[in-house]
């Protein structure tokens, strides 16, 4: 592979985009190419990134579709999306409480938290 020019053109930046797109990896690409992941880093860029950030966008969304549904998986998705996007945390506190005490709740946020 080392020392092959290499030229991209409209077919092979398509494929590197659609490869990347679907999840593919840079030394999966590159191999697909038949290119060293340097020269595949140094000609398709633009291509990497945007492949990336559109497969990134395409699982987002089908998240947020699935968190903001009522269906199977609703719960676990919007709590999933909660923790990674807005903050949220469980705090374990290893209390044990007798059957008989009461239980207090306390909701706070992140900079209740902080302060």
């Not at 409209?10 to 060293?36: F, K, N, P, W, Y």
């Not at 009461?102 to 902080?114: G, L, V």
Request: charged share 25%.
């Amino acid at each position: 592979m080392q020392g092959k020019q290499h030229n991209p053109n409209d077919e092979t930046r398509g494929a590197v985009h659609l490869m990347t797109s679907r999840g593919a990896t840079q030394s999966m690409a590159a191999d697909a190419l038949g290119i060293e992941e340097k020269c595949l880093r140094r000609h398709y860029r633009d291509e990497l990134d945007g492949g990336v950030v559109q497969a990134d966008m395409a699982v987002a969304g089908n998240l947020f579709r699935i968190a903001t549904s009522e269906g199977p998986g609703a719960v676990i998705a919007a709590i999933f999306w909660l923790k990674t996007r807005a903050g949220w945390r469980e705090v374990g506190r290893g209390v044990e409480v007798a059957a008989d005490q009461p239980i207090t709740i306390r909701w706070a946020t992140a900079a209740d938290e902080a302060a």
